[in-house]
């Protein structure tokens, strides 16, 4: 191109300078222009359309790694998830062991509580007829040392 601008500049001055130009000669040089201007804007579409190819190549290539990291995380995430529920499920059955011998363990309570109740009430009851008896054994004794007045 500086050539081509080098060879107009030259062709200007002489038609300055001659006055037997022909002017179709800077029409000839202004197809060249023509020319040198088509070769540069089809440079620059094949060059726009590597570069995008390029780009397509690498988003491409981003969406393929973000795909890949997706599944790992998601794969990961289910491992986390399995890792939780089995852990939940002990922790689970660990609770319902606990209480299990809890209720067991209140149920004996339960038992020996009636049992102890029930033997107080028996002794209390037997204490109670004891001393009864023993009322009426003395009152029987003590009627005779009464002195009827």
């Given at each position: 191109?500086?050539?081509?601008?080098?060879?107009?500049?030259?062709?200007?001055?002489?038609?300055?300078?001659?006055?037997?130009?022909?002017?179709?000669?800077?029409?000839?040089?202004?197809?060249?222009?023509?020319?040198?201007?088509?070769?540069?804007?089809?440079?620059?579409?094949?060059?726009?359309?590597?570069?995008?190819?390029?780009?397509?190549?690498?988003?491409?290539?981003?969406?393929e790694y973000l795909?890949?990291?997706?599944?790992?995380?998601?794969?990961?995430?289910?491992?986390?998830?399995?890792?939780?529920?089995?852990?939940?499920?002990?922790?689970?059955?660990?609770?319902?062991?606990?209480?299990?011998?809890?209720?067991?363990?209140?149920?004996?309570?339960?038992?020996?509580?009636?049992?102890?109740?029930?033997?107080?009430?028996?002794?209390?009851?037997?204490?109670?007829?004891?001393?009864?008896?023993?009322?009426?054994?003395?009152?029987?004794?003590?009627?005779?040392?009464?002195?009827?007045?």
């Amino acid at each position: 191109m500086e050539a081509l601008f080098a060879e107009f500049a030259s062709l200007s001055d002489q038609s300055l300078r001659d006055k037997s130009f022909d002017p179709s000669t800077i029409e000839d040089l202004l197809k060249l222009f023509e020319l040198e201007a088509y070769k540069a804007w089809a440079s620059q579409e094949l060059d726009h359309q590597d570069e995008l190819a390029q780009s397509e190549s690498h988003i491409k290539e981003s969406e393929e790694y973000l795909d890949s990291a997706m599944e790992d995380a998601m794969a990961e995430f289910r491992l986390f998830e399995e890792e939780m529920d089995k852990l939940c499920q002990s922790e689970y059955s660990s609770l319902i062991h606990v209480a299990e011998t809890a209720r067991k363990l209140g149920k004996n309570l339960e038992k020996a509580a009636d049992f102890a109740a029930t033997k107080y009430v028996e002794a209390a009851v037997g204490s109670a007829v004891a001393s009864m008896k023993s009322a009426a054994k003395a009152i029987s004794n003590n009627r005779n040392k009464i002195h009827p007045a």
